[in-house]
């Protein structure tokens, strides 16, 4: 099939996923021997308006796993943001070694749904944005090693097909099932869904970069301490401080993060279908 433009399109609040989808779609761009685009949707002016592509764009589409699927808010950007036109897709998500559970053939549905034809995914184990204590050292060179041989299979197989493939078959139910419901250390769920991060006030420079950062827009630019908006726990506001003033002391969410890096300590495998 005739490819005239590799794209790398990513929600990424943390960064894993933007690693794993730019590393897939440039060997993929190489491979192919044309241009690369990035398309980088984490925030929210990104966000804006709609983005549509044809039949000869072949577009690697990561998103990170949040309990166990495509993270719920950013869903419905994706719906009402992207129109497939025919072109090629590679579903890609990023997961923290816990599972990823329906986040990958969820993604592959959408993007089906979207107009897109997906030719090939891959679930990638990355490090947790709850924990640096999590699967530490990601992406390892194995890794990037693993993300690159599947670009150069994906490419090859766009390159052979005369006509449009079937989408492509991945890991997980179909209908997919249930969010993940997040345990505690006593193994019951952990409800944090209102937490929120806090500031120490004493800290803060009142640089702004959280609130630049934050892919909801919940922070406020006039006084970053506050956040009147969503929060989704992504933790960019968290790593993105330069003087560690972030941070989530809701008593469910440090349990539910104390039980990941108790019980997840074994590397999880990444996974990818051709
Ligand atoms: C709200 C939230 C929920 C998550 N749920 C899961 C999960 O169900 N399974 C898992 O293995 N990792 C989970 N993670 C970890 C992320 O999938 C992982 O860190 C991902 O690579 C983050 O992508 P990013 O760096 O592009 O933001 C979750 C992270 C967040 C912030
Ligand atoms: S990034 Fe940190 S220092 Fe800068 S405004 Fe936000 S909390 Fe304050
Ligand atoms: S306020 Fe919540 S949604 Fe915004 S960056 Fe921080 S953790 Fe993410």
Known sequence: MRIKTVWAAFFSPTGNTASAVCDVARTAAETLHVPLRMLDFTLPAQRAGVHSFCETDFVVFGVPVYAGRVPN???????????????????????????????????????????????????????????????????????RAQRRAFARAAAEKVRQAQTLPAPVSVAGRDPVGPYYTPLGLDGKPAAFLKAKPKTHAER???????????????????????????????????????????????????????????????????????
């Open 73 to 143: 808010k950013v869903l419905p950007f994706l719906r009402a943001g992207f129109c497939g036109g025919e072109a090629l897709a590679v579903p890609v998500v990023t997961f923290g070694n816990r599972s990823f559970d329906d986040a990958l053939i969820e993604l592959r549905n959408t993007l089906e749904e979207l107009g897109f034809h997906t030719v090939a995914g891959a679930a990638f184990a990355a490090g947790h944005a709850f924990s640096e204590k999590i699967a530490p050292g990601h992406p390892t060179e194995a890794d």
């Open 204 to 274: 803060c420079r009142s640089c702004g970069r959280c609130a630049a950062a934050c892919p909801m827009g919940s922070i406020s630019k006039d006084d970053p301490t506050a956040v009147p908006g969503l929060c989704i726990k992504c933790q960019a506001c968290v790593r993105v401080c330069p003087v560690h003033a972030k941070y989530f002391d809701d008593p469910a969410f440090l349990s539910h993060v104390a039980m990941l890096e108790q019980t997840y300590t074994r590397p999880a495998q990444s996974q990818t279908f051709l």
